[in-house]
């Protein structure tokens, strides 16, 4: 059975890059097609989608986002990155990942796995 | 960009049905996937593809989708069901995950 787990610092300051790790376990990142999704949830609010990268490395971003992020895949290690430039307050939130499998459409289906989520706090 | 409306909250008595809306611009053209998160927790998917429920999902919970709204029905309502419910779907013409701005199901 597919898990996912996020990793990564708890605390960023203010104008620096946040990094999260998406670790795959049960699964590997580049078989099947799927897109693997990050997606936010700031403290008492609704769910954001950030981005995804597809199975064969294509990204595609939340235009609000797309100038600060970047998703990447490391098959070796059998994960999936996030990346967030310039982080501000308004970054702090409780970040997912999430696997998305692509229909017969050639287009995403619905969310069916979730990680566990992270909460990163962007603080001085 | 595409825009989904959701009802801030529903409030239902145990044994009853709660349903909840999530409205969007000619959404019956488009596959709606519904989500339920208890606090604390990641959220879950109920429904899918407007309709079909994943492997482990009770068949109390249903939704259909028709015009310029999408519905998620739960039947006999628990106590356990309580939790927020948010509406989603992929916006195929840019290419985007838009996410519907949550339901909180409050049992009676």
């Known amino acids: 059975q597919v898990q996912l787990q996020e990793s990564g610092p708890g605390l960023v300051k203010p104008s620096e890059t946040l990094s999260l790790t998406c670790t795959v376990s049960?699964?590997?990142?580049?078989?099947?097609?799927?897109?693997w999704s990050w997606i936010r949830q700031p403290p008492g609010k609704g769910l954001e989608w950030i981005g995804y990268i597809f199975y064969s490395g294509g990204t595609n971003y939340n235009p609000s986002l797309k100038s600060r992020v970047t998703i990447s895949l490391d098959t070796s290690k059998n994960h999936l990155s996030l990346d967030l430039d310039s982080v501000t307050a308004a970054d702090t939130a409780l970040y997912y990942c999430?696997?998305?499998?692509?229909?017969?459409?050639?287009?995403?289906?619905?969310?069916?796995?979730w990680g566990q989520g992270a909460l990163v706090t962007v603080s001085s | 960009s595409y825009v989904l409306t959701q009802p801030s909250s529903v409030s239902v008595a145990p044994g009853q049905t709660a349903t909840i809306t999530c409205g969007g611009d000619n959404i019956g053209s488009k596959r709606v996937h519904w989500y339920q998160q208890k606090p604390g927790q990641a959220p879950v998917l109920v429904v899918y593809d407007d309709s079909d429920r994943p492997s482990g999902i009770p068949e109390r919970f249903s939704g259909s989708n028709s015009g310029n709204t999408a519905t998620l029905t739960i039947s006999r309502v628990e106590a356990g069901d309580e939790a927020d419910f948010y509406c989603q779907v992929w916006d195929d013409i840019v290419d985007q995950s838009v996410f519907g701005g949550g339901t909180k199901l409050t049992v009676l």
């Open positions: 049960g699964g590997s990142v580049s078989s099947g097609s799927y897109y």
């Open positions: 999430a696997r998305v499998p692509e229909t017969w459409e050639l287009i995403p289906g619905a969310y069916d796995i």
